[in-house]
């Protein structure tokens, strides 16, 4: 695998964390975004010629399109680009604050968004490069007490997939990636919860409780094993539009696919019948 430069948002924990380790120890650049530089200070120290930590709060636009226009100026060229910034939510709808919904959509959702239209002329001048969206296959199944969770996974999903189409005529790859459960910060540690109400106990709406209790059992997927692949992907060409990581979201993914297939087939007759009679 040939050295490259890579810039991820969200490096302190996680996905983002496990990708920046393995990309240094194999003699990568990369720039990594956090809201705490303490959190890399080991990554500054060891890597301090090849890692550029900076201070980003995706959630300030102005300041997003200010690092990722910095970063290629003083680097010249960046290959990759991974939105990877981003934490879990969880409680049924109603229990969420306006705050909680402003907040989540504004960082999974618009902050992604905003990245990746940063990037995008940059890209463009140098012809060409690769955009890694961190997803879930969550952009893609909905289990209840994640509601907002999923809208902001499934609005970037639509997003990446139409500027993905976008891009491809000025060499610009662009994958979604959609791990399943992993052992990381994000369900161990950074994922928020509601205000839970007690109309919703014994509903599957505080389902997600389960999930969130290391004594119920840990996540199957292997997060240093899906950071492998995410990089592995950056070789294959033409860029896979999606990337499901996990045997348990793959096969959730398709069950969930299936039936909404079937629901659609379903309807042919009812969708035809709004069309106007044919020659007319």
């Known amino acids: 695998m040939p050295q490259r430069t890579w810039f991820i948002t969200g490096v302190s924990s996680g996905f983002g964390r496990h990708l920046a380790e ?11 975004t956090v809201r705490d530089l303490g959190k890399v200070a080991d990554l500054r120290e060891r890597y301090h010629e090849m890692f550029d930590a900076e201070v980003l709060d995706v ?6 399109r200010e690092v990722v226009e910095r970063s290629f100026v003083q680097l010249g060229r960046i290959d990759v680009i991974i939105s990877n910034a981003g934490y879990g939510l969880f409680g049924a709808a109603e229990e969420l604050t306006d705050e909680q919904v402003e907040h989540i959509v504004a960082t999974n959702l618009v902050g992604s968004i905003q990245l990746i239209r940063a990037a995008l002329p940059h890209l463009r001048a140098q012809g060409g490069g690769r955009i890694i969206q961190i997803s879930s296959y969550g952009g893609q199944v909905a289990f209840p007490g994640n ?5 902001t996974k499934w609005g970037i999903e639509g997003f990446v997939e139409s500027v993905a189409q976008e891009v491809a005529p000025f060499g610009i790859g662009v994958t ?15 994922a928020q919860v509601a205000k839970l109400m007690p109309v919703y106990d014994d509903t599957p709406a505080h389902g997600f409780l389960r999930m969130l209790d290391p004594k119920q059992g840990l996540a199957p997927g292997d997060p240093v094993r899906m950071a492998a692949r995410i990089i592995e992907s950056v070789d294959v060409n033409p860029a896979p539009l999606r990337l499901v990581l996990g045997s348990q979201a793959l096969e959730s993914t398709l069950a969930t696919l299936r039936k909404r297939i079937a629901g659609f087939e379903a309807q042919t007759e009812l969708a035809a019948s709004t069309d106007f009679p044919p020659g007319e």
């Open 22 to 32: 393995q990309l240094l120890a194999h003699g990568d650049r990369v720039v990594g």
């Open 59 to 64: 959630t300030d636009t102005q300041a997003v």
């Open 147 to 151: 509601s907002m969770y999923h809208a």
């Open 176 to 190: 979604i990636v959609e791990p399943g459960g992993a052992r990381t910060e994000f369900r161990y540690g950074s």
